[in-house]
Structure formats: C-alpha cells, structure tokens
C-alpha cells in the first residue's frame, strides 16, 4: 500500500453511503437476500439489493460502487446481466495496517 492508494481508499470511505455498503457487505447474508439464481453469497451481492437497502437512485450505487472497486476496496464477478460485488479482504487488511504503521 503506497500513500495514493490509502489517499484514493481514504476518499471512497468519507461518504456515509459508502461506508454503510462496506459495513453490510462485511456479513451480506445478514444483510441482503441471496440473489434468485445463485442462492449464495460468494460472487458478493448484486446491485439491486444493495440500491434497494441504501435507498439511493441506480445512478448513485452504480458510481459508487465502480469507485470502489476501483480503488480496490471491492471485487466485481458478473453473471450474465447482473453484477455482484464483494469485499476485498486484502485491500482493508492493507489499507488498515499502512494507517497503523
């Protein structure tokens, strides 16, 4: 972790919304519904769910969730039409221990 990712890192968490979606992804199955067709949590949680919870416009979590993945802080696995995004366990691990230090 160098001083540009914590600082990219850092700016995704300023946001309330964004923190909440890393807090419920953090245990998604007491969170969110399995999605219909998976039925499990591995790929992550799709984001409809995540829209539905945060109460915020399409627009809004697409955005979101793209600068967050860009930062590294989620991963993105798609079937089919639907998107699905998890935490990156590495990348809080990295980012927590480069604040400590």
Same mark, same amino acid.
């Given at each position: 972790?160098? &001083?540009?990712? @914590?600082? @990219?890192?850092? =700016?995704?968490?300023?946001? *309330?919304?964004?923190? *909440?979606?890393?807090? +419920?992804? =953090? ?26 919870? @945060?109460? &915020? ?23 089919? =039409? +639907? ?19």
């Amino acid at each position: 972790m160098d &001083l540009k990712s @914590a600082t @990219a890192i850092g =700016k995704c968490l300023s946001n *309330q919304t964004r923190m *909440q979606i890393m807090e +419920w992804l =953090k245990e998604p199955g007491n969170n969110f519904p399995p999605h219909e067709t998976l039925k499990h949590f591995n790929d992550g949680v799709c984001v409809t769910y995540i829209q539905e919870k @945060a109460k &915020l416009s399409q627009s809004t979590i697409s955005t979101y969730l793209t600068n967050m993945e860009k930062c590294g802080l989620l991963v993105i696995t798609r079937h089919g =039409k +639907w998107s699905y995004f998890k935490r990156n366990e590495q990348t809080i691990i990295n980012y927590s221990n480069y604040i400590i230090n």
